[in-house]
């Protein structure tokens, strides 16, 4: 368990050089898994004046303003931990995929996350996902479903450990397109 509090919070400017301490570490990581982050450009992020860019696209995509096709409107929440001294550090974050489409049906679901290498294996990922389906139960924001749609690789042990943890009922399994690995599809109920 997170031995310090650990809260969701959406992105803000106030947090912008713990973001970017924890986007370094990702992308300073090896990693076998697709996540966001890896396609940011972090010297960008770096500057103020992108990263309220940044900020304000991630605003337009909770409104659901100028999505590329395909895309649905997703909310962001940053994982962030409070250290003794009071200081906020940036641990993690979740995506919150309004509603579903074709491909998220199969693929991906409602909710994505990424912990911060440094804090993984330490019980932050299984609450990010507890937190998480508190703010779906609380409408923040509102899902399509009366149950959270959780997708994962069979071979994401860690990831299907945290989705089982917080209620999820197995689904199915799909095969993925160039790939040998299955993904998992749960159920999570939040009400
Ligand atoms: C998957 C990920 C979110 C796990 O985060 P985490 O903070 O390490 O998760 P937790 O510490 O809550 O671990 C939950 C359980 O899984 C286990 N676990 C975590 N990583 C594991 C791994 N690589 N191999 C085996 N078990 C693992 C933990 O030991 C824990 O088990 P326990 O409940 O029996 O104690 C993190 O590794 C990550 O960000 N990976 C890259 C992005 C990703 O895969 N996102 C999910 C896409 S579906």
Redesign the pocket.
């Known amino acids: 368990m997170p031995k310090n509090a650990v809260f969701l919070l959406k992105p803000q400017l106030a947090h912008h050089r713990a973001f970017i301490d924890g986007l370094s570490e990702l992308q300073a990581h090896q ?1 076998e ?1 697709y ?1 966001v982050e890896e396609n940011l450009d972090l010297a960008q992020l770096s500057n103020k004046k992108f990263f309220k860019e940044y900020l304000a696209y991630l605003a337009e995509q909770e409104l659901g303003i100028n999505l590329a096709p395909n895309r649905v409107p997703q909310s962001i929440y940053w994982l962030m931990e409070e250290q003794t001294d009071g200081q906020l550090v940036w641990i ?1 974050r979740v995506s919150i995929r309004h509603r579903l489409n074709d491909k998220l049906r199969k693929i991906g679901g409602h909710v ?4 911060r290498p440094s ?9 990010l996902l507890a937190l998480t389906l508190e703010k779906i139960r609380q409408h923040q924001p509102k899902i399509d479903t009366k149950q959270a749609l959780l ?3 069979e071979t ?4 299907k ?2 989705i089982e ?1 917080n209620g999820g009922i197995f689904a199915n399994s799909l095969v993925q397109d160039d790939s040998p690995v299955r993904k998992l599809r749960y159920w999570v109920p939040y009400t």
């Not at 804090?119 to 609450?127: F, H, N």
């Not at 994401?156 to 990831?159: F, R």
Request: charged letters at 25%.
């Open positions: 990693h898994r996540y993690g994505g996350y990424v912990i804090a993984r294996r330490q019980g932050y990922g299984s609450r997708t994962c690789d994401n042990l860690g990831s450990k945290i943890k």
